[in-house]
């Protein structure tokens, strides 16, 4: 059984999601993942799908023969406020997403678990499942087991595993394999060197990722380590290829799903 494959917006910001939903349909996916919400930074922008046109973009998606995955994303900071999450988290499951991802800026540990285990609640209310996603650079959920202890025995919460995240907390793919299955919602991939210093960090998480197979992360050890139906997103946005080598956003994906496909194949 092959793995379901998903494009995610993060690939091509420079496309609407309407767009990408073309995008990955010629290409060969089997789900997109888009955003009904921004993150917080106003200078950061990211292409979203509208509570208005949920009905027809769902149709569109169905159109081309995909489905929606994920959409981003909960994130939460010293102000977030929850209940402002809901309509963001209505237009997801409108279109027909599973999950959602949810990140923490706070620094206060205490509120952010509070405000964690309230999003879980209302996107369970909505028919969510909220996938808390763990990276370096989040000031409380910096590692694996944290998320994992904020994920376990909280309802509608699962762990959102991203293979750049993986390698810069130093987490072991052996404590991915050891981790009950049932508490892994979500697998995103992508590649890069295995080491970076790291004032990089942050411009290689939005910016500066590698197509899968093209680095050194040991992504079929990962992969070995998931559940085997678990889909694959691919969340890779390469500002190398897109500006400095001007490949298109079909371009990318086309590369993508070739490089994740031969890791796939490796991996099985």
Do not use: K
Request: hydrophobic share 50%.
């Amino acid at each position: 059984m092959s793995r379901a494959i998903s494009l995610h917006q993060l690939c091509a910001l420079e496309i609407t999601p309407w767009t990408l939903v073309e995008v990955a349909a010629r290409a060969g996916y089997d789900h997109v993942c888009v955003c009904t919400q921004g993150p917080p930074n106003p200078a950061i922008r990211f292409p979203l799908v509208a509570a208005g046109e949920a009905t027809a973009f769902r149709r569109h998606v169905a159109d081309h023969g995909l489905s929606v995955l994920n959409i981003e994303a909960c994130f939460l900071t010293a102000t977030a406020d929850v209940a402002g999450f809901r309509a963001a988290l209505e237009t997801g499951r409108s279109i027909g997403g599973r999950s959602v991802t949810v990140v923490s800026l706070d620094p206060d540990p205490l509120r952010a678990r509070d405000n964690f285990e309230a999003v879980c609640m209302l996107a369970g209310e909505i028919g969510l499942i909220a996938n808390l996603e763990f990276m370096a650079i989040s000031p409380t959920v910096a590692t694996l087991e944290q998320a994992a202890d904020w994920v376990r025995g909280t309802a509608h919460a699962a762990l959102a595993i991203d293979a750049l995240h993986v390698v810069r907390t130093g987490a072991a793919v052996a404590e991915i394999a050891a981790l009950d299955p049932a508490l892994i919602g979500y697998l995103q991939l992508c590649d890069g060197p295995a080491t970076r210093p790291e004032e990089e960090w942050r411009a290689e998480a939005i910016g500066g990722r590698r197509v899968p197979g093209e680095g050194e992360f040991p992504l079929v050890d990962l992969l070995r380590a998931v559940p085997a139906d678990l889909p694959v997103s691919l969340e890779v946005p390469m500002n190398h290829r897109r500006d400095g080598e001007g490949v298109d956003a079909a371009g990318r994906a086309s590369m993508l799903i070739a490089g994740t496909r031969a890791v796939l194949a490796r991996a099985r």
